[in-house]
């Protein structure tokens, strides 16, 4: 069984204390909890010139340190960790085994590091299906045991819930939606390391692409970013509206399509560009119009934001403490 | 939790028998396993005619009653039916809530009419998710936790294996992927009842019509079954050729889309059309020349072939005597 979250986080001492970190590409973000998952207290630090495995762990060993002595715990407060990181994570065996996103990141043991560096257990996972984990636990999908957590920023991903349980696949890398193949997108064989097709088409360089295009035909402002254009196309700027109208209509068929497999109850929007109000109001307007059979998937957008994987972080801190404290009393 | 198959076969006493029921659009099959799920006969009626409910059940008694007389077995060394539906079928509630091939049901109750008519505990299942169990009991997925199960006949559809469990989705319609855009199919939105754009293409009338339209072009032969189409092109007739090369660049299209969602380490094709071998192998060409990112599915013809409903039903009926003997003793 490969789920993420198997513990009972009653079952963590009530003195205890669990760390959750989220690996960004640039950031490294870190929350101290409590026994019952409230965060104590937070850091944020950039990985830009430290991304090596020894460099992160060094600044995820300081960040926990410093938020401690924040919080007037002892080292021996902390129970377990749990980390996301940007890339094909296999939490069973605890490697990172690539990421486009922290060079040179390949095969990387960033569980037995964390586990050797701070003295607890700990445990990781890819950071999309951590947010699908933080949402699940206590953002817009609670109790909800079958959805999508939808990632769209640089990239485009899916963390995937069915039977209440995250959905890892056989080689670590179910969601991987970028390189899905729909309408009106290439259809190029994707290269090792290139964006996949809709990656291309809908995530952040594909829409400002598009923008660009549109502006030179038409002697047009350039230079926004893509929730700069959308909230451009609220107001009403038509050129903006058309870069909107195709996103919708690509995101559209993209939730579609993944419901058809899934039948998930729910979509969550995350990540920079899916958080998007103007996005997700088009898209729902097209699986309105277009997408009714067999089932038409609600779309909402992250209740957690940009803190949805570091939530996750914590639910998957608390899980593994209350196994390894499981673990412990039966010994 | 949603998983059709939670009980252990080896519980049921040694004796006992139990029953698996495959209802299709136009004909009932039915078997008789002892309590290793090994069969000890079967029987093959039509439902032409008799495809109301009762009408349904009644033959399915009829067989039952049969089967049992011919094994030279008593009523009473029955312990459990289940039968998979050509429909969207809740499996817990024991509904069949709605199928484009039996006409009139909806909201069939065909677990409790099943139990009624028999005296025994019964299952349902969708017949795709049915034909899924049988692989992952004693077909090609057997040991495969992560794997799909595509059914290719007069319609397309899916049942999902995830982490070791059936998907079934939050409205009972995971694996309805007829409805799936890919590129080259329409984009009309779906109508209640008819085709999806994905099985519009590439399922049984989908393939005869692409023929027909080819043949009309080419003052051709016409009127040839899929398989027969798909035949001929490997014999080396060129517009027959044409044909399977679409069919098969839709169809590497849509293992790819699903695979990408879920990652499943292997495809296993059904069906009537599913099970041509000129379809895979050009199916794997495509796969191998466009789709390498992040991973690539491996595709098999399906070990079990006709038989992987039958399979599937006789493993649930073992699951479902399994759990009944387990809760009577507990009593």
Known sequence: MKSSLAGNSSAIPEQGLVAGVDIGGSNLRIALADCHGRVLARCNTSTKGTSSPDGVIALIEQGIQQLLQQSCCSDRSLLSVAAGAPGVTNSQSGLVLATSYLKGWKDVPLQQLLESALGVPAAVENDVRMAAL??????????????????????????????????????????????????????????????????????????????????????????????????????????????????AELLACTVYNISLVLNSALFVLGGGIGVSVPLRDATKRVIKERYNEPSRPNIVISSLGSDAQLMGAIRLAMSTASSSSRVESAL
Chains 1, 2 share one sequence.
């Open 134 to 247: 933080g949402e699940h636990w206590m953002g817009t999908a609670r109790g909800i045991d079958d959805f999508v957590f939808l990632a769209i920023g640089t990239g485009i991903a899916a963390g995937v819930f069915a039977n209440g349980h995250l959905i890892h696949g056989s080689q670590w890398t179910a969601g991987e939606v970028g390189y899905m193949q729909i309408p009106h997108t290439t259809e190029e064989p994707a290269r090792p390391g290139e964006p996949g097709a809709l990656e291309s088409a809908i995530a952040g360089d594909g829409i400002r692409r598009h923008w660009s295009r549109l502006c030179a035909e038409n002697a047009h402002e350039q230079k926004l970013s893509a929730t700069e254009i959308f909230a451009r196309a609220s107001g009403g700027d038509l050129l903006a509206q058309k870069v909107l109208d195709h996103s």
